[in-house]
T-cell receptor
């Protein structure tokens, strides 16, 4: 049973470009979460999604960042016009539906974004 | 006050000893608590979840929860050098917009020396 998959694992962008990070949850999981870990800092929640719905985006920066989890395909975290401060590890986690251990989140390997 | 606070590290213990990691949280209504381990450059790996007051054991790991004191801990018995990592305490809040969102402590770096 494959775990949470993220790609790319490493992404280099120049300032002003767009970054697209993809996440495929574990099989049977319907909840996806995105977290960011800045260098030498802790993990911070960004957004929580279910299929076609954003449940909680309280941790998302107001500008340049967006997330989606379409009916088909992976969840996408999109960062427009990247700046050097966006350089971080971005982790996706997934959990099963509520009522079946739904609160336990399993993390993917992460995408390391470097903005030059 | 930080929402989730862990004892300041780094923590260094000899091989075979018990490592004790502590965490306090501010949201009194929190119901779900997790310990993750993160090796340098890797993603967080779930070690334990705990939901009820008391102890929960899994192999060499024991999680302890005291909701009245808003305190959760992780004990690692017979510590091994391979346990050397950053340990993250995470909490899911009481509900509403907090549901589903893990709030992490800053982590405690554990080093187990031979």
């Amino acid at each position: 049973n494959a775990g949470v998959m993220q790609n790319p694992r490493h992404l280099v962008r120049r300032r002003g470009q767009e970054a697209r990070l993809r996440c495929s949850p574990m099989k049977g999981h319907s909840h996806v979460y995105w977290y960011r870990q800045l260098p030498e800092e802790g993990l911070k929640f960004m957004v929580y999604l279910q299929k076609e719905n954003i449940i909680d985006e309280s941790g998302m920066p107001k500008e340049r960042f967006s997330a989606e989890f379409p009916k088909e395909g992976p969840s996408i975290l999109r960062i427009q016009q990247v700046v050097r401060g966006d350089s971080a590890a971005y982790f996706c986690a997934s959990s099963p539906p509520k009522g079946s251990g739904g609160e336990t989140q399993y993390f993917g390997p992460g995408t390391r974004l470097l903005v030059l | 006050q930080k929402e989730v606070e862990q004892n300041s590290g780094p923590l260094s213990v000899p091989e075979g000893a018990i490592a004790s990691l502590n965490c306090t949280y501010s949201d009194r209504g929190s119901q779900s608590f997790f310990w993750y381990r993160q090796y340098s450059g890797k993603s967080p790996e779930l070690i334990m979840s705990i939901y009820s007051n008391g102890d929960k054991e899994d192999g060499r790991f024991t999680a302890q929860l005291n909701k009245a004191s808003q305190y959760v801990s992780l004990l690692i018995r017979d510590s091994q050098p391979s346990d050397s990592a950053t340990y993250l305490c995470a909490v899911i809040g009481a509900g509403g917009t907090s549901y589903g969102k893990l709030t992490f402590g800053q982590g405690t770096i554990l080093t187990v020396h031979p």
